[in-house]
């Protein structure tokens, strides 16, 4: 994996010559190509030097952008393609953005307050010069899930790929794909991994779940990754059979034990893993076990890369993989004074094994109880008709707040016939009496055709 000296490009050929493609919507790339050609033509040192806006909206063009200014750009700052316009100038400002990468026929960068903009398109032409890395270039992501606007986080190619340190070859060609985009965190990790170790198969926001498959299918993918809610929908869709991976993995929020029993059952000779990061903290760890939560042997293992406690019920993180800092005057610290970052994520020990509760912030107030909604909504999801469920509070002039649900069914298969709502609403709430405590147990349960998915592929939900 890079080591100091070496830029993306220059790791990547370390490992010998690359035999892996990226394939995007609008054309595919050899990775053997790159050190003879470019996607900037001319224009590529225009952006040396600078703080440079990633603000291509087509993923192959960004992934270029990635490879091709990494030791040449001072800075890279990975604009998620949903940034609210509000937010964009504050991000500018903070990042001390003086150039922007967009793609070919749109709107100038001026509109944006950006003097130097540079064209990039999905697609290659001859390099003139050779290449030459001239700074270790910062990689600034930012944050989503949050309210208001994002924070920047800096991190540096080194603690990018910590997860990936000390991983050898692959035995066979390995294709992954995913359904994030990549450039938030969960995306970027699935991308530095396969231009590693194989190919990529880019996703785009405008297909439809069939679409993607079919493109995936045709590329021979072995591994894939996604949210929770991203695999949700493709269990939904019935079109899960289209794929055969060899590798499914789940990361961005809390699995529970009905979509990981789902996945196993869509495709039984996989390993179906999960995986827990953070934008700020890095790549906790992966379990293959095809449990919910994790083992507690996790936490203070010797020696391990990756050191993780608990603390007030909150997991916390430390490793090579963690960032360096906020960017911004007056930012909070990223870490506290033992170097490690808390995640906000409650956990919950029970029978050697800790299980995620939700986030801090997270909580629904009944009465003064805590409630965590994505603890209920794993007791809902684990009913057999029951797909997706979204857990918020509803007003209530006694407690402050009750708990109100909306649950999305499956479709029934060949041969069932799915029961009346009003059957499955009384089965779902005599589920939560016997596995939650009173105030927990949803006062409402409304069934739904369907739930908002974020852009990043989290369930949108109330505040956040």
Known sequence: MPSDGLSLLDSIHARGAPSGQLRGTLGTVALADLPRATAFGEALEKLRGRSVLLAA???????????????????????????????????????????????????????????????????????????????????????????????????????????????????????????????????????????????????????????????????????????????????????TARIQPGY???????????????????????????????????????????????????VGAPGAAVELKVSEETLRIRSGGTAQRYLGEGAEALRGPDGFVDTGDRVEERDGRYYFLGRRGGIINVGGLKVYPEEVEAVINSHPWVRLSLVRPRRNPITGAVVAAEVVLREPQAGEDRPAPELLVREVTERCRQRLAAHKVPAMIRIVPSLEISPSGKLVRPGA
């Open 57 to 239: 909206r087509d993923q192959l063009s960004a992934a270029l952008s990635l490879l091709e200014l990494d030791g040449v750009a001072r800075r890279m700052v990975l604009c998620t393609p949903d940034l609210k316009p509000e937010h964009l100038p504050g991000v500018i400002r903070t990042a001390e953005v003086d150039a922007c990468v967009r793609d070919e026929g749109s709107a100038p960068a001026q509109e944006i307050g950006i003097a130097e903009a540079v064209p990039v398109r999905p697609g290659l032409a001859p390099l003139r010069a050779p290449r030459r890395r001239t700074a270790t270039t910062e990689w600034i992501l930012l944050t989503s899930g949050t309210t208001g606007a994002p924070k920047l986080v800096l991190h540096t190619l080194a603690s990018l790929t910590h997860a990936l340190a000390g991983q050898p070859p692959p035995e066979q060609p390995v294709t992954w794909s995913t359904f994030y985009d990549i450039r938030r965190y969960g995306g970027l990790q699935i991308f530095l991994r396969a231009v590693h170790l194989g190919s990529l198969v880019l996703s785009d926001p405008r297909e439809a779940v069939g679409e993607f498959f079919d493109r995936v299918a045709a590329a021979g993918v072995t591994h894939i990754s996604g949210t929770p809610s991203h695999w949700r929908k493709a269990l939904m869709s019935g079109l």
């Open 248 to 298: 499914v993995r789940l990361s961005g929020e809390i699995p529970d034990q009905a979509v990981l029993d789902g996945l196993k059952a869509a495709y039984p000779k996989a390993i179906v893993a999960h995986a827990f990061a953070s934008t700020e903290a890095g790549v906790a760890f992966e379990v293959r076990d095809g449990r919910a939560g994790f083992p507690v042997t996790l």
